[in-house]
């Protein structure tokens, strides 16, 4: 049932876009922090292509790292990327790569961090493999 204002006007139970768009933004960026704490160069932030994004590419030594970030407000949810979203980030990064050919002699890996309010950072190195 929805709730309404002073004024009458019906108000949404649900958060809005906007604020989760806003976590996850924040969460990036915490996650951005917590890559140069531990060694890395952050190469790019949401690199968009026409065939998928990737919310971060960092580098440390001789380990390109394409990561996927996971916000979410409660603790308990586990997420797990479908098929269908590591294909796409895979195809984002190979043309990364294809653009940036000074990195084609790197090691290449997919990691997946997760961020649960109040920015707690679980990374998880090699979440997937590209087949």
Not at 5 to 29: D, I, M, Q, T, V
Not at 58 to 70: D, N, Q, S
Not at 102 to 121: E, K, N, Q
């Amino acid at each position: 049932m929805p709730v309404r204002s002073k004024s009458g006007a019906k108000k949404s139970r649900k958060p809005s876009r906007l604020k989760h768009y806003n976590f996850g933004h924040k969460a990036e960026w915490w996650v951005c922090l917590h890559l140069y704490l531990r060694g890395y160069s952050v190469l790019e932030r949401r690199y968009k292509t026409p065939v998928g994004e990737v919310d971060i590419i960092a580098c440390r030594g001789r380990m390109l790292a394409f990561i996927e970030v996971k916000a979410r407000q409660d603790a308990n949810v586990q997420e797990v990327l479908s098929r269908t979203q590591q294909e796409r980030i895979s195809r984002a990064a190979l043309l990364f790569i294809a653009n940036n050919p000074r990195f084609a002699t790197l090691s290449a890996r997919f990691d997946l961090v997760r961020v649960c309010a109040p920015w707690h950072i679980t990374h998880i190195e090699n979440a997937w493999q590209v087949s």
